[in-house]
C-alpha cells in the first residue's frame, strides 16, 4: 500500500509560481512511476505530467509544457512539481499519483491540494 501526501498549493496571481510536493510513504520510490494530475470543478481529470523511475524524459501535458517541471528524489521518496508563469486556467485540485510500473494506469492517489490562481 502506497500513502502520498501533497503540499505546496495555494493561491497565487497569475503570472507567479508555485512548488507542490509529494510525499510518499513506501520502501522504494524507485519502484513506482510518479504523476500529477489535476481536476478543475466540473471538467475531466487531467494528467499534467509524470515521470519514470530513472527520471529520464517526462510526460507534460501540452498545456503546461514549458511551464511545469516534475522530478524526483528517490532518496527522499518525494515527487515535486515547479509551476510557473501560473494561469487562470491552472486553477485546480491537483493530485500526486503512483503506480508500479508494469501497470497500466495508476493505482494510488493523494486527496490533492488546491491550487488557486487569480487574474
Known amino acids: 500500500q502506497v500513502q502520498l501526501v501533497e503540499s505546496g498549493g495555494g493561491l497565487v496571481q497569475a503570472g507567479g509560481s508555485l512548488r507542490l510536493s509529494c510525499a510518499a510513504s513506501?520502501?522504494?520510490?524507485?519502484?513506482?512511476?510518479m504523476g500529477w494530475f489535476r481536476q478543475a470543478p466540473g471538467k475531466v481529470r487531467e494528467y499534467v505530467a509524470g515521470?519514470?523511475?530513472?527520471?529520464?524524459?517526462?510526460y507534460y501535458a501540452n498545456a503546461v509544457k514549458g511551464r511545469f517541471t516534475i522530478t524526483r528524489d528517490n532518496a527522499k521518496n518525494t515527487v515535486s512539481l515547479q509551476m510557473n508563469s501560473l494561469k487562470p486556467e491552472d486553477t485546480a485540485v491537483y493530485l500526486c499519483?503512483?503506480?508500479?510500473?508494469?501497470?497500466?494506469?495508476?493505482?494510488?492517489w493523494g486527496e490533492g491540494t488546491q491550487v488557486t490562481v487569480s487574474s
Open positions: 499519483a503512483a503506480k508500479e510500473t508494469w501497470r497500466a494506469t495508476y493505482e494510488y
Open positions: 515521470i519514470g523511475v530513472s527520471g529520464g524524459t517526462p
Open positions: 513506501v520502501r522504494e520510490l524507485s519502484g513506482y512511476t
